[in-house]
Nanobody, 124 residues
Framework: QFQLAESGGGLVQPGGSLRLSCAASGFTLEHYAIGWFRQAPGKEREGVSCVNYSGSRTNYADSVWGRFSISKDNAKNTVYLQMNSLKPEDTAIYYC?????????????????WGQGTQVTVSS
């Protein structure tokens, strides 16, 4: 079965950092583009970052540029999202998603497989 499992969320103060993990099973991340998305209550799901199948391309939403970074560890079949300088507006459920044979896009509708999400809360 193709599965994605997010972890690493939690409660953090403004200005703090978290690293989210997206562990894949049933398929090899090397052949899929991976995107990170987030959704806050009452808001539309937003693309945060993505990395293409080879890891040669990345993309970031303007709202997180310079603060977040995405990376892949093929040996662990895991994608990470390092989040620094967190703001209260970063509070959301964060999801990772996989897209077969894709490049790197922040359009949620393009992705094929989704994890269940991990909650990130930024509050003092």
């Amino acid at each position: 079965q193709f599965q994605l499992a997010e972890s690493g969320g939690g409660l953090v103060q403004p200005g703090g950092s978290l690293r989210l993990s997206c562990a894949a099973s049933g398929f090899t991340l090397e052949h899929y583009a991976i995107g990170w998305f987030r959704q806050a209550p009452g808001k539309e799901r937003e693309g945060v970052s993505c990395v293409n199948y080879s890891g040669s391309r990345t993309n970031y939403a303007d709202s997180v540029w310079g603060r977040f970074s995405i990376s892949k560890d093929n040996a662990k079949n895991t994608v990470y999202l390092q989040m620094n300088s967190l703001k209260p507006e970063d509070t959301a459920i964060y999801y990772c998603a996989a897209m077969g044979y894709g490049g790197c896009t922040l359009a949620a509708a393009i992705y094929d497989y989704w994890g269940q999400g991990t909650q990130v809360t930024v509050s003092s």
